[in-house]
């Protein structure tokens, strides 16, 4: 029997656009299938598609080999989105006869904006292909000659249905994979991604998940959060072989003694250490913005947020700061990188120490690019924070023969509010107010542009700064 546990664990995601035959191929590389394995799911055999993750191995030298496979259907984008964090490496399948689709351009911003940065690209369905494979080769070097990928990436031309190239792909995987730079953390909290949870009659609760970090070992209780429930470790399979142990970058079937299964969904984590987390809806972020992104982004904007496994929709508050302030920003406009509140519509938790999040627009038609970008975690708040924003006064000239400026009305409504005034700085061509004129609440203004003239009936515009807390977006007028 292989000795599984002291195989080198390497984890590559499946993506591609639906009916690229991306399951196929991993039907022809799997050796070793999951329970929730190639289509597992019930709806997947009746609708012929992948609707779920899937997860298969194969072994490559000392290389044990887990391949991801999520849907390719515009619909679940989320789904694949959960299967990211736990990836090395990207495989790219794309059907040769129709080329990159909308879903292919979708699922390579998604894993860059995540911070995957090596991919691996497979032509499928040579065997309908009636032109020069190598024509169509340099095709797909143009396309990624336009993404961060660039031109250079290894491409493989297959056919799943005939099972050939795959010896050419599996050497150029395990080229790939050597030159990798994975440093796994083996020390501390556990922490563990949940992407099934179900029963075995007579054996009781199964976790599955792949180890984030950390080692795990028998007789070890596991926490579940934020379900509030637990275990002890029973017993401990890599794809079905039981082991002693496992360790960060193990993919692992755990039989916990105890644990309440009904209360387990995907996106919760087992832990030694909840301390590792941190509850919360509210939180400050770094966004990365993709530039292909084109939908405005607004302040109050609604936006779906995946975090590890777990995807939920929040409304996203962009600001900029001016002296020391924080002041809502209307609309990112050609912004790359701005910071920003996140109000999640449900409180949940956030691993401390893999603190980067994808940021999708899932209401928008499938036609169009929906991966806003990824962000970073600054702060996860605990009441919501304070902000100021630019509110726009309008008054009039009444009066532009003065000897100190301009006579204006409408700026305040009291000799009081004027005086108030004095000293703020208006718009141009219009300078600062200086002073009060009579106790109706007229002010005289400066003009920045001496050979401007105004005329009576000129607009004249102060902009002041008001803070306001944050409110959820129900709260906003927005």
């Given at each position: 029997m292989i000795?599984?546990?002291?195989?080198?664990?390497?984890?590559?995601?499946?993506?591609?656009?639906?009916?690229?035959?991306k399951?196929?191929?991993?039907?022809v590389?799997?050796?070793?299938i999951?329970?929730a394995?190639?289509?597992?799911?019930?709806?997947?055999?009746?609708?012929g598609?992948t609707?779920d993750?899937g997860?298969?191995?194969?072994?490559?030298?000392?290389?044990?080999?887990?391949?991801?496979?999520?849907?390719?259907h515009?619909d679940?984008?989320?789904i694949s989105?959960a299967s990211?964090?736990?990836?090395?490496c990207a495989?790219?399948?794309?059907?040769v006869n129709k080329?990159?689709?909308?879903?292919t351009?979708?699922?390579?911003?998604?894993i860059?904006?995540?911070n995957?940065?090596d991919?691996?690209?497979i032509l499928?369905?040579?065997?309908?292909f009636?032109?020069?494979i190598e024509?169509?080769?340099?095709k797909?070097r143009?396309?990624f000659k336009s993404?961060?990928f660039g031109?250079?990436?290894?491409?493989?031309?297959v056919?799943?249905?005939?099972?050939?190239?795959f010896?050419?792909l599996?050497?150029?995987i395990?080229e790939?994979?050597?030159?990798?730079?994975?440093n796994?953390?083996y020390?501390?909290?556990?922490?563990?991604?949940?992407?099934?949870?179900?029963s075995i009659k007579?054996?009781?609760?199964?976790?599955?998940?792949t180890?984030?970090?950390?080692?795990?070992?028998l007789?070890q209780?596991l926490d579940?959060?934020p379900?509030?429930t637990?275990?002890?470790?029973?017993?401990?399979q890599?794809?079905?072989?039981e082991?002693?142990s496992?360790?960060?970058?193990d993919?692992?079937?755990?039989?916990?003694?105890g644990?309440?299964?009904k209360?387990v969904?995907?996106?919760?984590y087992?832990?030694n250490?909840?301390d590792?987390?941190e509850l919360?809806?509210i939180?400050e972020?770094q966004?990365?913005q993709?530039?292909?992104f084109k939908?405005i982004?607004?302040?109050?904007?609604?936006?779906h947020v995946?975090?590890?496994m777990?995807?939920?929709?929040?409304f996203?508050?962009p600001y900029?700061?001016?002296n020391?302030?924080?002041i809502q920003?209307?609309r990112?406009?050609?912004l790359?990188?701005y910071?920003a509140?996140?109000w999640l519509?449900e409180k949940i938790?956030?691993n401390k120490?893999?603190?980067?999040l994808?940021?999708?627009?899932?209401?928008?038609?499938?036609t169009t690019?929906r991966?806003?970008g990824a962000a970073?975690?600054?702060?996860?708040l605990?009441?919501?924070?304070?902000l100021y924003?630019?509110?726009?006064?309008k008054?009039?000239?009444?009066?532009?023969?003065?000897?100190?400026g301009v006579v204006?009305?409408g700026?305040?409504q009291?000799?009081?509010?004027?005086?108030?005034l004095?000293g703020?700085?208006?718009e141009p061509p219009?300078?600062?107010?200086?002073d009060?004129?009579?106790?109706k609440?007229l002010?005289?203004?400066t003009?920045e542009?001496?050979s401007k003239?105004v005329?009576?009936?000129?607009i004249?515009t102060?902009?002041e700064?008001?803070s306001?807390?944050l409110k959820?977006?129900?709260?906003?007028?927005?």
């Open positions: 000795e599984i546990e002291k195989k080198v664990p390497i984890h590559l995601g499946l993506y591609g656009h639906i009916d690229s035959g399951t196929a191929v991993a039907s590389l799997s050796e070793f999951s329970t394995g190639i289509d597992a799911h019930p709806q997947s055999k009746e609708r598609i609707i993750l997860f298969t191995s194969f072994i490559l030298e000392n290389y044990l080999i887990t391949l991801v496979d999520g849907p390719g515009a679940l984008i989320k989105a990211v964090e736990i990836i090395d495989l790219i399948v794309i059907d080329g990159p689709q909308i879903q351009g979708e699922h390579l911003i998604m860059d904006s995540l995957i940065k991919i691996i690209v499928n369905k040579t065997d309908l009636k032109g020069n024509n169509e080769v340099e797909i143009d396309f993404t961060s031109s250079e990436i290894p491409i493989y031309a056919s799943a249905k005939e099972q050939s190239g010896e050419g599996k050497r150029g395990l790939k994979i050597k030159k990798l730079n994975i796994r953390d020390e501390g909290s556990i922490i563990i991604p949940i992407d099934h949870h179900f007579g054996r009781g609760a199964i976790i599955t998940g180890i984030l970090k950390g080692k795990l070992d007789n209780n579940v959060i379900v509030n637990s275990g002890r470790v029973k017993s401990i890599i794809f079905h072989q082991v002693s496992a360790k960060a970058g993919r692992v079937g755990i039989n916990l003694k644990l309440d299964i209360k969904y995907r996106g919760c087992a832990t250490n909840k590792s987390f919360g809806d939180i972020i966004v990365n993709n530039k292909l939908p982004t607004k302040f109050g904007t609604q936006v995946t975090v590890g777990f995807t939920l929709s929040g996203l508050f900029y700061i001016d020391q302030k924080k920003l209307e990112t406009g050609e790359i990188k910071k509140y996140l519509n938790f956030f120490e893999r603190s980067t994808l940021i999708s627009r899932l209401d928008l038609s499938p690019l991966i806003l970073e975690l600054i702060k996860i605990h009441q919501p924070p304070i924003k630019y509110k726009l006064k008054g009039f000239v009444q009066n532009s023969e003065h000897p100190q204006c009305r700026l305040a009291s000799i009081e509010g004027a005086k108030k004095i703020r700085k208006l219009f300078s600062k107010i200086v009060t004129f009579g106790t609440g002010v005289i203004v003009i542009d001496k003239i005329e009576k009936g000129d004249i102060l902009k700064l008001r306001f807390t959820s977006k129900k709260d906003l007028n927005l």
